[in-house]
């Protein structure tokens, strides 16, 4: 028996995968498929999500694939600059750039590798999981591959990473609540030749024109891709023909300055499942949310999802929490894509409106609202903390959080804080921090496996201050770090800290 099966090997079911691998966990991963979709659907990705594949032993693997995201400046009816997105300017706050556009198949190739190197996990490619029935202790699958050959497999736990139209879902009986957000779209991705990249702008743009909201994205090397708004009464079959996208683009480029790489029309929307968990059943990325892809989430909350799942799998199969803690999993979870859904729907409808005078209305509203000096925002501010599930209740602004990543000295150059510290539980302590802070510590060091690490150690001193800057501006002493990173609480005092460790501990 496996202790986890995970059912679809896109990248929210590999990273999972390697987050158990790591653990060594008995994993099983099968997939439909044998290939990765050889065509880019997500092109945007973030800090966090390379800090998981830092995590995972990839990050370096990956950069031959990434490129910094460029700004995104917003065009308002009149062609007049009404906004800009930009990432947080160096040092960076997770020691990577902030944001970044990736090509997505070769992405997937790099982390099926490292997954198949695995020894505790076990890849089926060719298999698609058509039942799954579970009982107290175990959840039984039934497999079948192209030939019609049949198999079983069980598990003690089950993660539907099966995409947005989870068969899993669906056998559950798992409702979608739709965010309502409802609009088609075309998606083109291009490879531009040399003379059409001199003519595109050298930003990424979103053109808020209400007769045809356009998003214009600069990808790695040569890749480019267009999200452009399908008006009523257009048939967004005949939109996705190659004359019928050429046409669009004509305001850009012609045939011979590039190369269709992918046209899809899409609908896009906002969907969250109603349940993330039945039993041993859990439900994750696509399977569990989709959203308009105005600020390239969608698979980074997937990747999101499993960091938040898979450590808290690891400690209940490894009997150092309860099953209670599982149930933290989807609390959070749901409330995170809930919150940054409804900010990206905002994205979207500022891009969309469709009414002249309101579009006119929001140009002169965002131009007012920074005095006519439109200043970049970064991306990064739009991510909410988690709220409720396993985190402190003190309400520390700080609690819920992702916790900084610094790049720390040593006698080797610079090497970034988890490789460090690893990625279990950590407690990181500012400076003036005095004993009673370790002392506190002391009883939960065996069971959390904790880590503990005082920023006023010689042997532990960061180049570029983002750790102690962190301290300073939430007012703590102490800031204690779950495994994926977020910040479970941030303490004053030492009573505090001993206070909050005491109601972690089984
Ligand atoms: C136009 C567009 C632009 C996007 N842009 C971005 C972006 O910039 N940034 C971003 O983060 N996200 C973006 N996304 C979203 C992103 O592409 C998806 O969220 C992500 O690919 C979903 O990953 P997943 O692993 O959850 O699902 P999938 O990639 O769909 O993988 C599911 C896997 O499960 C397998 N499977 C299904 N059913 C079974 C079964 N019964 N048995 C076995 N295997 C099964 C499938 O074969 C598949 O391999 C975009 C999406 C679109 C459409």
Redesign the pocket.
């Known amino acids: 028996m496996f202790d986890v099966a995970i ?8 990273v999972a995968a390697g987050l158990l691998g790591l653990q060594g966990i008995r994993t099983l991963v ?4 044998t290939e990765v ?1 050889d065509k880019p ?5 973030d800090h966090e ?1 390379m800090r998981v594949f830092q995590q995972l032993g990839i990050a370096d693997a990956m950069a031959p694939f990434t490129e910094p995201f460029t700004n995104s400046e917003f065009y308002g009816v009149d062609g007049q600059l009404i906004k800009c997105m930009s990432t947080v300017a160096p040092p960076y706050p997770m020691a990577f750039n902030p944001s970044m556009v990736f090509t ?1 198949p070769a992405m997937e190739s790099v982390l099926r590798q490292r997954v198949s190197g695995m020894p505790s996990v076990q890849v089926n490619l060719g ?4 039942a799954l029935v579970q009982d107290d202790t175990q959840v039984r699958l039934s497999l079948e591959d192209a030939h019609g050959q049949t198999s079983q497999a069980t598990a003690r736990y089950v993660l539907a ?8 879902r669906k056998q559950l009986g798992i409702g979608l609540q739709d965010l309502e957000f409802d609009e088609p779209w075309l ?1 083109v991705d291009v490879l531009v030749h040399e003379k059409g990249l001199r003519k595109l702008p050298q930003v990424s743009v979103q053109y808020c024109e209400p007769q045809r909201p356009c998003t214009y994205l600069i990808g790695p090397r040569n890749h480019r891709r267009w ?1 452009i708004a399908i008006n009523p009464g257009e048939d967004p079959r005949t939109m996705a023909t190659p004359e019928a996208t050429w046409k669009l683009l004509s305001r850009w480029l012609q045939p011979d300055e590039a190369q269709l790489w992918r046209q ?1 029309s ?1 609908q896009f929307h906002a969907l969250v499942a109603k349940e993330w968990r039945q039993q041993r059943v859990f439900i ?4 569990a949310h ?1 959203q308009p ?1 105005f600020l ?7 990747i999101r999802d499993v960091a938040n799942l898979c450590w808290k799998l690891v400690a209940v199969i490894q009997q150092r929490a309860s099953d209670a803690l599982l149930d933290t999993y989807g609390a959070e979870r749901q409330a995170h894509v809930k919150e940054l859904t409804s900010r990206i729907k905002a994205i979207g409808q500022l891009v969309g409106q469709r009414d002249l005078s309101k579009a006119r209305e929001r140009d002169a509203r965002l131009l007012a609202e920074c005095g006519g000096q439109v200043q970049p925002m970064p991306r990064q501010n739009v991510q909410p903390a988690l709220v409720g599930g396993c985190l402190d209740s003190s309400g520390h602004a700080a609690v819920g959080t992702l916790f900084p990543q610094a790049w720390i000295e040593t006698g080797d150059g610079p090497v970034r804080m988890d490789e460090l510290l690893g990625c279990g539980w950590r407690l990181l302590l500012h400076t003036g921090a005095g004993p009673s802070f370790e002392q506190a510590a002391q009883s939960a060091r065996p069971c959390l496996a904790l880590r503990v690490q005082s920023l006023g150690d010689p042997a532990f001193q960061e180049s570029s201050g983002v750790l102690a800057q962190w301290f300073d501006r939430m007012g703590c002493q102490a800031a204690l770090v779950r495994p994926d990173h977020y910040v479970y609480g941030a303490f004053r005092s030492a009573p505090d800290l001993r206070a909050a460790l005491s109601a972690l501990q089984p």
Do not use: W
Not at 41 to 45: C, D, V, Y
Not at 284 to 287: K, L
Not at 296 to 302: D, R
């Open positions: 059912v679809g090997f896109g990248p929210t079911g590999a099968c997939d439909e498929l979709y659907r997500a092109i945007a990705l999500i997505q298999q698609k999981v058509t990473c099966d995409g947005a139209s989870s068969s899993v998606v999200e899809a899409y994750a990325g696509d399977a989709q892809p390239g989430q969608g698979m980074c909350q997937g």
